[in-house]
T-cell receptor
Framework: QKEVEQNSGPLSVPEGAIASLNCTYS??????FFWYRQYSGKSPELIMF????GDKEDGRFTAQLNKASQYVSLLIRDSQPSDSATYLC????????????FGTGTRLQVTL | DGGITQSPKYLFRKEGQNVTLSCEQNLNHDAMYWYRQDPGQGLRLIYY???????QKGDIAEGYSVSREKKESFPLTVTSAQKNPTAFYLC????????????FGEGSRLTVL
């Protein structure tokens, strides 16, 4: 069983719409959650991190965490073509100190 | 500027040759990692190290070796035992406490001819 699961996509949304990316994880004790964006051929870059239940907003991005249901999501408002990339969810599992476990990523396509 | 430097960016290797990928960080991070990424795939952990002179196997360590003689450096050797080494290799680092954001290098693309 995968520890961090994401739908591989592609998720296609029109420009200006809200993109919703979801991630579920298996370790109930996980404390730290991260969303990375990766453009083709480039290294991942951090979009947001979240530790507490609820929503965390940063510009057009909102991360949502629900520990009881073991899912974390990323909302992108007013989607732009430049948002087209693969979005990786990562979790720090219990007892692994600093090691992040990544999902396989969701490819987002923002269409004109 | 603080960051992670990987070299080389592109590397071509003949079958049967060992190659070493360099990774240096000046972020004073305790932990360092090597990931492999194949086209359209996620990141798979090869090796990681949380302290100097110690490292652990990740999910796909076979055919790879590492060393951690200095805090700043974590080189990865891709040996001839690695059956399918053509991939994009990413080095990363983070702190082992507090905010554990992972910082990545720009990656090394290895192609076996």
């Amino acid at each position: 069983q995968k520890e961090v699961e994401q739908n591989s996509g592609p998720l296609s949304v029109p420009e200006g719409a809200i993109a919703s990316l979801n991630c579920t994880y298996s370790d109930r004790g996980s404390q730290s959650f991260f969303w990375y964006r990766q453009y083709s051929g480039k290294s991942p870059e951090l979009i947001m991190f979240i530790y507490s239940n609820g929503d965390k907003e940063d510009g057009r991005f909102t991360a949502q965490l629900n520990k009881a249901s073991q899912y974390v999501s990323l909302l992108i408002r007013d989607s732009q073509p430049s948002d087209s990339a693969t979005y990786l969810c990562a979790v720090v599992n219990t007892g692994t100190a600093s090691k992040l476990t990544f999902g396989t990523g969701t490819r987002l396509q923002v269409t004109l | 500027d603080g960051g992670i430097t990987q070299s080389p960016k592109y590397l071509f290797r003949k079958e049967g040759q060992n190659v070493t990928l360099s990774c240096e960080q000046n972020l004073n991070h305790d932990a360092m990692y090597w990931y492999r990424q194949d086209p359209g795939q996620g990141l798979r952990l090869i090796y990681y190290s949380q302290i100097v002179n110690d490292f652990q196997k990740g999910d796909i360590a076979e055919g790879y070796s590492v060393s951690r003689e200095k805090k700043e450096s974590f080189p990865l050797t891709v040996t001839s035992a690695q059956k399918n080494p053509t991939a994009f290799y990413l080095c990363a680092s983070n702190q082992d406490r507090g905010h554990r954001e992972l910082f990545f290098g720009e990656g090394s693309r290895l192609t076996v001819l």
